[in-house]
């Protein structure tokens, strides 16, 4: 197999064990030399990464989050992937404020002094573009997962339930259906939410990520939290709720988020992330050093609810086995699976199949192309194809 | 309320005016005013026509506001094109059902690197000029809040949006109680025949830069050089 | 009460609405400004801190989370708690080795390569130093959460067990009942871990922490995970494990992380770190701004096990009641306990008592120095006052 | 090991030795060798007493070494000034149960910032001249891997040690079932006064800096500002 395996040790031993390393032999650098840490430097090919030509500007655009290189669930929030309308921003949350409005008693407005006074609640939850794998619907367009899966991050957050403030305000349950949160940007970014989420208590007024704030390119100092739904609904920045009774149709409604059906209709308002699930390791662009054992491990999740199953496939779909799914599996949130797999140097194809507590299975390419046809855009929750190639190489495929 | 004394206060309501900017499609939150084609396209020119082109066709900034609509479509408010697969790409007008989303998106968002600094006219103003680069009103059109409504009914898309579908999280719009798609959890013996449908081409493979350095430098597998192979 | 609330709003409105901010009308900054992402610049008091005078230099010394600026239970990598004994390294991980010997068949050697193909899991724990909180023994020293409880972060680990890596070599697990584990840094740190643990399944092999790989001053490129266990257990850096059949009694075995009796002897082997929680919001040093509702919230951790309860008090001790926990409440991790309390205004002190599910209760200061004096510098898990002062401000103190 | 064929290789003989360096209390590990207290003296002055004092008495790069212990503690095994509240420090002779933690300690980590590079006889004179200043062997010896089993028997706090508790995560060493401290979920009417007994005094608020500058700027609470008051 091809690769930059180790070479093999001399007979007496290997040279990094019989000359004892530098840092065996001296004295390293003192505590708090940054009080406020970073990665290795052997660490620094592991960055979030644009898509060239996927986007004219660059502040209406998407960087991906790097899953090949990516362990567990919880995504680093420095490697949290991006997605701007109109640039990102860092708000001095002293300034900002959150304005509830429209059909309650009194319109209301909270400083982040006050929101950050009242009960929260911290929960780790996925957040997926709804264009997430976009690229894909019509054939292979990308190299690695980082560009076909990286529109996906997981973090806890923590904030104050939405219900909990319209409560303040004095929310009418049974004439107001819908809600739209606001963002402070230059796009001030608007979405419709469904009031049936806000009323389960799972919709958040997040400040919190990851034990931090929020990170300025996620909406620092405060963002919806809308646990199973796109991430474009997470509005950024917010400013405004508004509570009313019917949807908003607005830009990121109507024009995009918009699913094409092959009829020439759009499908609206599908805001709900379906499960999915992909294999990070191995993965496409990646080279197996070697024959013998690997460890497959990938991330799975659903909009509607926990991952009760995921299955892997080392033969292109002709025959699937269970994978482990590490604890906790949590509701709205990634799943991390593996299986275990001895490659024998012949070419295969590797693929992962979610399915969730609901019983919906992930589908193939075949089954989602027979329904939605090739351009949808958004929501293209197939089942991913690896080809392991003799030389060890993977690569990114679609199969028949 | 009791229970949270002294957390957040009645919003004023100036508070509110200046930040319930939102237009619904029933025309809630739609300011008085009025703009006619004429003014719209001296705003379009000063301040949209450099990133959006002089007649929204531009391609470089972002993609194409205006064209693939017809007047079959203003009648039958489907735009035909969205059938075609050889039709090349999708512009704002094709897809847009509603007029109040143009103008809410335009007054809120627009132009790009100055957001909210036009007057309430200069937004029905230049809407009312894409909505004639689009045919939608005539050359010496006026819209205003009073005929908006009418504007509505000829919007190329109007009839193009349906919310048949199980991807709605809540009760309000679910047009479908079950999914559209669903997999099959077969184990064995599956009926697939998997061979390789699409694979990117070889002089494509450094398009997105060598991946030996977008991956980690140790584990179980490294990224695979690409730089020997020309960019795309 | 005093503090820099903020100025109520004129009659006509707050500026902060009526004068839209800049970042409303402009356009923000580009994806991918930063490949690897940090704070906002309005976070920057949230550092990892040294407490002065506490060690005579800083290669040997620890460097304390902000706890009091911390939510839900991961502790951001950047901000995790430092503890070295000889500096920290950044260790280029092709050089680094992991040998296994000792009692077993063959001594192995293996590379991060072949430890990352192995099958991993990925697993939220604590991680408290032995010495946490225990400048606080006699009397209070330190001002503010930070300094007394600091010593304690929670990630999600990732790694091998090294039970796995024991079979490999060929383990008897009836002749073998303890493991040394040695760094690679100046002190080579070790430390004998009871096999039980191992065999369980609970001791990693950790490469992983919080979805990226750990960071140098935590380990990297690896590190032992002893879930429950005092910190300086988790050998950084990790060289080499050793199987044996007694303990080794090493310097950081029995001239420090022993604990001094009011007769004289020392404990040894006090590895375990029993049941304990800490209210961080308010805490010392801080002033709450204004009298009304506030979310009393902190956490609790126990080393047998999971959480089961935790109890929270304002009158110092005289009457409690059960605050709520965040779910899922893990094993050997952090939980996030919250309770409502609307401050009169009036002198009060706030006190949390953590419950583990073996049914052990976190101790006040007077029962835990009934057995164990008040030099023991380790092992403090006694129950934490704050006094809220009329002020607005929050001081630690210790009630009799 | 089949399961994972491939990954790690059995350890050469030389390999093992370079890194297996621990040293048991049963003095498994013990590489043989010797070294006098005078041979020792010099070492130490050479390459430890810059840190440690002459006579392993300094408190200022770390805790002394040496002092606190007494013939009769080496008589007994029990280091008497433990128990003694009053006493200041507690040096590490007075807490080093058994010779081999030295030996392994020096071996491995000292001189602090050039861990290693001393040579198995220049660790065997430095651990007896560390004895020898605290009367545990004369000045006359010479420390080997012969005698050390003897000088074992001489250790002050031999016997100052216990595992009688419930804190080991195994059985091993396990010298009680049950923890000793308990507390008590009492939940109204608790017996206890409380009154403070402890607080930090006002001069030294600011030891740890300005709070204010150690709290978040946003949120329920801000940081007290101790800039007005005096460092400790
Ligand atoms: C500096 C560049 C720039 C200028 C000037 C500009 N735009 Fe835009 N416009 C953009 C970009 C980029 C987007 C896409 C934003 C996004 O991705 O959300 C956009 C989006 C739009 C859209 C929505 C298109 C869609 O399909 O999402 C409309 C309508 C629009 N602009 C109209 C205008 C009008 C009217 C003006 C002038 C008043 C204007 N633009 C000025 C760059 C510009
Ligand atoms: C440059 C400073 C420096 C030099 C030189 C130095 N030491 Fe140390 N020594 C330290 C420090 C700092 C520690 C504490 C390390 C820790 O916290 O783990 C220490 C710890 C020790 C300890 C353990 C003490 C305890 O209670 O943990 C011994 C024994 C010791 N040194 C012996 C020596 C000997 C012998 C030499 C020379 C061969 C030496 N040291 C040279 C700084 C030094
Ligand atoms: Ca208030
Ligand atoms: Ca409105
Ligand atoms: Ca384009
Ligand atoms: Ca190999
Ligand atoms: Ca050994
Ligand atoms: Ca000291
Ligand atoms: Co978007
Ligand atoms: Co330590």
Redesign the interface.
């Known amino acids: 197999a091809a690769g930059a395996a180790a070479a093999p040790a001399p007979a007496d031993g290997d040279p990094n064990i019989l000359q004892l390393p530098e840092h065996s032999r001296g004295l390293g650098q003192p505590v708090a030399t940054d009080g406020y840490g970073k990665p290795s430097k052997y660490e620094a090919n592991v960055q979030r990464r644009t898509s060239p030509g996927l986007t004219q500007t660059r502040q209406a655009s998407v960087s991906f989050a790097p899953l090949q290189s990516l362990f567990g669930i919880v995504t680093p929030s420095g490697l949290h992937f991006e997605r701007h309308h109109q640039g990102w921003w860092d708000i001095d949350p002293s300034k900002h404020r959150l304005m509830v409005n429209g059909q309650v008693k009194a319109a209301k407005v909270f400083t982040m002094d006050e929101i950050m006074r009242l009960p929260s609640v911290s929960r780790f939850h996925f957040i997926e573009c709804g264009a997430n794998t976009g690229m894909e619907w019509g054939n292979v367009a990308v190299p690695t997962c980082q560009y076909t899966h990286g529109m996906l991050s997981c973090s806890e957050f923590t904030g104050v339930p939405l219900r909990t403030l319209l409560e303040m305000a004095g929310v009418d349950f049974r004439k107001s259906r819908f809600v739209l949160g606001e963002g402070a940007d230059g796009s001030s970014m608007t979405r419709t939410v469904p009031m049936d989420l806000v009323e389960s208590g799972e919709v958040l007024v997040a400040y919190g990520q990851n034990g931090e704030m929020l990170r300025p390119e996620n909406g620092y100092p405060l963002r919806l939290v809308a646990p199973g739904v796109q991430g474009v609904s997470w509005v950024k920045y917010l400013r405004r709720i508004e509570v009313g009774d019917q949807p908003w149709n607005t830009k990121d409604e109507t024009v995009h988020y918009v699913d094409l059906m092959p009829d020439g209709t759009h499908r609206q308002y599908t805001s709900l992330q379906e499960c999915k699930s992909v294999v990070t390791t191995p993965s496409g662009g990646q080279v197996l050093l070697d024959k013998g054992f690997y460890s497959i491990t990938g991330l799975a999740w659903s909009g509607r609810g926990k991952v009760k199953a995921v299955d892997v496939s080392v033969d292109g779909g002709r025959s699937w086995r269970p994978a482990r799914l590490q604890e906790p599996v949590m509701s709205k949130c990634l799943a991390r699976f593996s299986a275990d797999w001895v490659w024998d140097g012949k070419p295969a194809i590797i693929q992962s199949r979610a399915t969730d507590e609901t019983g919906y299975v992930q589908p193939s390419y075949r089954q989602l192309r027979a329904v939605r046809g090739t351009r949808s855009i958004y929501h293209n929750n197939a089942i991913q194809s690896w080809l392991v190639e003799e030389s060890g190489e993977v690569k990114n495929v679609q199969v028949g | 309320?009791q229970?949270?004394?002294?957390?957040?206060?009645?919003?004023?309501a100036?508070?509110?005016k200046?930040?319930?900017?939102?237009v619904?499609?029933?025309f809630?939150g739609l300011p008085k005013g009025s703009g006619s084609v004429e003014k719209g396209q001296q705003v379009w020119e000063d301040k949209c026509a450099s990133c959006h082109g002089v007649f929204g066709e531009s391609?470089?900034?972002?993609n194409p506001l205006v064209g693939g609509t017809s007047k079959d479509d203003i009648a039958s408010g489907?735009?035909?094109a969205?059938?075609r697969?050889d039709f090349p790409g999708?512009t704002?007008m094709m897809?847009?059902?509603?007029v109040?989303?143009l103008w809410?998106?335009i007054n809120?968002?627009m132009p790009?690197?100055?957001?909210?600094?036009l007057g309430v006219d200069e937004v029905y103003a230049v809407t009312a000029y894409l909505l004639n680069l689009s045919d939608v009103v005539p050359a010496d059109f006026t819209l205003s809040d009073a005929n908006i409504a009418q504007v509505q009914q000829r919007m190329p898309?109007r009839n193009?949006?349906?919310?048949?579908?199980?991807?709605?999280?809540?009760?309000?719009?679910a047009g479908a109680a079950r999914?559209?798609?669903?997999?099959?959890?077969?184990?064995?013996?599956?009926a697939?025949?998997?061979?390789?449908?699409?694979?990117?081409p070889a002089f494509?493979?450094n398009?997105?830069?060598n991946?030996a350095?977008?991956?980690?430098?140790?584990?179980?597998?490294?990224?695979?050089d690409?730089s020997g192979t020309a960019a795309a």
């Open positions: 309320q229970a949270y004394a002294g957390i957040g206060r009645d919003a004023t100036a508070e509110v200046a930040w319930d900017i939102d619904r499609p029933d809630q391609n470089s900034v972002f489907r735009v035909a969205l059938k697969t999708r704002t897809k847009v059902a509603t109040s989303t809410d998106y809120r968002a790009w690197n100055a957001p909210k600094s898309n193009g949006m349906t919310t048949a579908h199980a991807m709605w999280p809540g009760k309000g719009l999914p559209d798609v669903q997999g099959t959890r077969c184990m064995k013996d599956c697939v025949d998997p061979k390789v449908t699409s694979l990117l494509a493979r398009a997105h830069g991946l350095e977008q991956n980690r430098t140790v584990g179980a597998q490294r990224g695979v690409t």
